[in-house]
Structures are given as C-alpha cells and as structure tokens.
C-alpha cells in the first residue's frame, strides 16, 4: 500500500479544485491488508481495493487491471485509461519477475509510476544502517506499554536487528533509472533514446528518455537529509 491513499487523496483533492474528474484508485497486494484497507476506503469514495491475494507475477492469468496497484479513469472518448502504480515494492520482484510485470505493464496500461525511498548509495545504506540505534531511542516512546517492543529492543535487540536488515536489503534491490529503463526496453524490444538529464532549481535531478512508443521519466528527489532519495521511474504511453 505505502503512501498510495495520501497519493489518491492529494491528486483528488487537486483535480476537485481544478474542476476535474477525480482518478479512482485500487490498492492490490499478495497479502491484503484488508484490517487497513477497509478504514481507509471508507473514508475516501475514489479509493477501493481486491479483497483476494493478486499475484503481479501471474502476468498470463491476472486481468490487467488488477495486476498491480491501479488507477483508472474514463477520458472524453468513453475509453478508460490506467496507470500501474508500485509504492515501495518494485524492488520486491526478482529481474526475470521484473521483466515479466513491466511487459504486462506497457501491454495493458497508459502509464507506469515505479516509487521508491531508498537506493543503492553509500549514503543511503549508512541511513539504513543507522535505524538499528534509531529504534534505541524512539521506541521507549512509540511503544512505552508494550512489554514486547521492550523486551525485543533493549533486552534482546530483535526488532532493531530486523528493521535495519530490511531497509539494507531494500537498498540493495532497489534499481537504478537506467537499469528499469532497461526492463522497459527489453519488453518493448527497442533501444531508449536519452533526451535530457538535468538538476532542477529544487533540487531534484529529471531524467527522460524515448522507446517506442512510450516517454519515460525518472526523478530523484531528497526526502531526508541528508541522504535520504526518493527514486521514481514514471511512464506515459504517447498517443
């Protein structure tokens, strides 16, 4: 799921000032988290979610709009167009599962947001690394009457442990512009053309690039300082 209803919320809420339609969005998972979802959907008409396990990987058996976090909206023309949305969770799919969901994605979709907080830098696993003494300090706090969450961090260390192990392996799995530019281009069987790399006045760095029939986008963009990257890969199919 990950920020995926602040997502539908802030573009909605966008779109009702401007005048527009709003983007209906769909949560989908292996494991749904329906104890989370369910509150979260009733509190907001544009976000729903598939009850049973969605298996992104079961490209041949899937419909295509539910083999990936979805948003859908019809245009003037009666048609619906989607985007397939992976919060935090591209990273997940080994490279030949990878491959397999972005050939589905620029088969069945209009458009392809792939976002994620952490990266391959130095700077990034010495920030993952640095949650195991984090969880010393704050869990007295998050969690002051939870005898497990103590007993499991300053006793028996387990939680910090495992929460810095993931953010690590995370980090480490998580890939690079240029390497989902190359799942792209090997699904659409085409070579990308760079068309511009640049740093933004806010700090971001903006990367595009052409394959087919497809404009893809990559942006980096500090969340936490002073390490901290968020990495997207977004794609829009060209009329």
């Given at each position: 799921?990950?920020?995926?209803?602040?997502?539908?919320?802030?573009?909605?809420?966008a779109?009702a000032?401007?005048?527009?339609?709003a983007?209906?969005?769909?949560?989908?998972?292996?494991?749904?988290?329906l104890?989370?979802?369910?509150?979260?959907?009733?509190?907001?008409a544009?976000?729903?979610?598939i009850?049973?396990?969605?298996?992104?990987?079961?490209t041949?058996?899937?419909?295509?709009?539910?083999?990936?976090?979805?948003?859908?909206?019809?245009?003037?023309t009666?048609?619906?167009?989607?985007?397939?949305?992976?919060?935090?969770?591209?990273h997940?799919?080994?490279?030949?599962?990878?491959?397999?969901?972005?050939?589905s994605?620029?088969?069945?979709?209009?458009?392809?947001?792939?976002?994620?907080?952490?990266?391959?830098?130095?700077?990034?696993?010495?920030?993952?690394?640095?949650?195991?003494?984090l969880?010393?300090?704050?869990?007295?706090?998050?969690?002051?009457?939870?005898?497990l969450?103590?007993?499991?961090?300053?006793?028996?260390?387990?939680?910090?442990?495992?929460q810095?192990?993931?953010?690590?392996?995370?980090?480490?799995?998580?890939?690079?512009?240029?390497?989902?530019?190359?799942?792209?281009?090997k699904?659409?069987?085409?070579?990308?053309?760079?068309?511009?790399?640049?740093?933004?006045?806010i700090?971001?760095?903006?990367?595009?690039?052409?394959?087919?029939?497809?404009?893809?986008?990559?942006?980096r963009?500090?969340?936490?300082w002073?390490?901290?990257?968020?990495?997207?890969?977004?794609?829009?199919?060209?009329?």
């Amino acid at each position: 799921m990950g920020p995926t209803p602040l997502i539908e919320k802030t573009v909605n809420e966008a779109r009702a000032r401007a005048g527009h339609q709003a983007i209906p969005f769909r949560l989908s998972d292996f494991h749904p988290n329906l104890d989370a979802w369910m509150p979260l959907a009733t509190h907001s008409a544009n976000l729903s979610f598939i009850p049973q396990p969605v298996d992104a990987t079961d490209t041949l058996h899937a419909p295509p709009l539910v083999v990936s976090k979805t948003s859908s909206m019809p245009n003037s023309t009666g048609d619906h167009k989607s985007i397939h949305l992976y919060n935090l969770s591209f990273h997940h799919f080994a490279d030949a599962d990878a491959a397999r969901i972005m050939a589905s994605t620029l088969t069945t979709a209009d458009g392809l947001a792939i976002i994620e907080l952490q990266d391959r830098t130095m700077g990034m696993l010495l920030l993952m690394a640095g949650e195991f003494f984090l969880l010393f300090l704050l869990t007295i706090f998050w969690f002051p009457y939870s005898p497990l969450h103590l007993f499991f961090t300053y006793i028996i260390p387990v939680l910090p442990f495992v929460q810095a192990w993931d953010g690590l392996v995370s980090c480490l799995r998580t890939r690079t512009f240029e390497e989902t530019l190359a799942l792209a281009e090997k699904a659409l069987g085409q070579k990308a053309k760079l068309v511009s790399s640049e740093d933004t006045e806010i700090g971001e760095k903006v990367t595009v690039a052409i394959c087919g029939d497809w404009k893809f986008v990559g942006v980096r963009r500090l969340h936490t300082w002073p390490f901290g990257y968020m990495n997207a890969f977004l794609g829009q199919k060209r009329l």
